[in-house]
């Protein structure tokens, strides 16, 4: 079944799927428009769809860094400017990821977090024979 869709709406999608929402949140914020045309509700379906259409399905949009990404990086280049002899650049040994740590440490912050909570989870308690 083919949906009416003006090409001020495309547009719209292609904007909005440069600037990095998701294929919902877009839906959302172009749902009065193609409403007005159909009659229908737009779905993340009927966005992934004009999206195929367009040859823009298997592309990644340019994405910004998320808040929390920011702040982290933040603070390693404060901690490097204090002691920079105390840290260094290099790849963690279990994500591969080129990070700033310690001189000391070969994996990140987020995989030595992700490893405690894997031991915790297994640990049943004390042996009981």
């Known amino acids: 079944m083919s ?7 495309r547009q719209k999608l ?6 990095g929402y998701s294929a919902k949140e877009i839906a ?3 749902n009065a428009d193609y409403r007005r045309y159909n009659r229908k509700d ?11 259409r367009m040859g823009l399905a298997w592309t990644k949009p340019n ?4 808040l929390k990404q920011s702040v982290e990086d933040i603070q390693v280049a404060k901690a490097v400017a204090k002691e920079p002899n105390k840290y260094r650049e290099r790849k ?7 990070k700033v740590m310690l ?5 990140c ?21």
């Open 3 to 9: 949906h009416k869709m003006p090409d001020e709406l």
């Open 14 to 19: 292609y904007d909005y799927r440069q600037e």
């Open 28 to 30: 959302q914020l172009c």
């Open 42 to 52: 737009m779905t993340r379906n009927v966005v992934i769809g004009q999206w195929n």
């Open 63 to 66: 994405r910004l860094p998320s």
């Open 92 to 98: 963690c040994l279990k994500c591969g990821k080129v």
């Open 103 to 107: 001189k000391q440490h070969f994996r």
């Open 109 to 129: 912050e987020s995989c030595k977090h992700n490893d405690n909570d894997e031991v915790r989870s297994c640990w049943s308690g004390p042996f009981t024979w």
